[in-house]
């Protein structure tokens, strides 16, 4: 029987147009199943416990065509790191210099800064706000 978890992926996925393949499939419910923001390469170790028939090109391909419909969303939070995250609404991002958590702020966090007193003729389309410093655990110690 299938769970209810993989109905609502596959509901997604279908939605979207895409052809289900077991690599996209995995790929997304990897994403899905955590928050830690990770690297095709802590995709791709996760993904080959179960699935060990997939490659980095596979899981670029897989989160191209994931990214492209919306599913997923590319994260930059480090110079030359490039992150993934299937929690594509509005939000921002608290990185901890110390241990590296990443942890995600609810946008509401951030929802009166003063778009208006920015020099005139910039339009703001998007914005991210990257929070740095140190987390709860990494602060205790």
Known sequence: MVSNA????????RAK??????????VYA??????DHPTVEEILLDVNRDLPISSKATVYSAL?????????REV????GVTRYDA???????????????????DWETFSRLQL???PAGI???NYEVILKGECDRCTVK
């Open 6 to 13: 993989t109905q609502k992926i596959e509901a997604q996925m």
């Open 17 to 26: 147009g895409l052809r289900i393949t077991p690599q996209r499939f995995a």
């Open 30 to 35: 990897n994403l899905r199943s955590r928050f």
């Open 64 to 72: 191209s065509v994931l990214r492209e419909v919306g599913l997923v």
């Open 76 to 79: 930059l939070l480090e110079e």
């Open 87 to 105: 929690k594509v609404e509005p939000h921002h991002h608290f990185c901890c210099q110390t241990c590296g958590a990443i942890q995600d702020i």
């Open 116 to 118: 208006d007193r920015l």
């Open 123 to 125: 339009q703001v389309k």
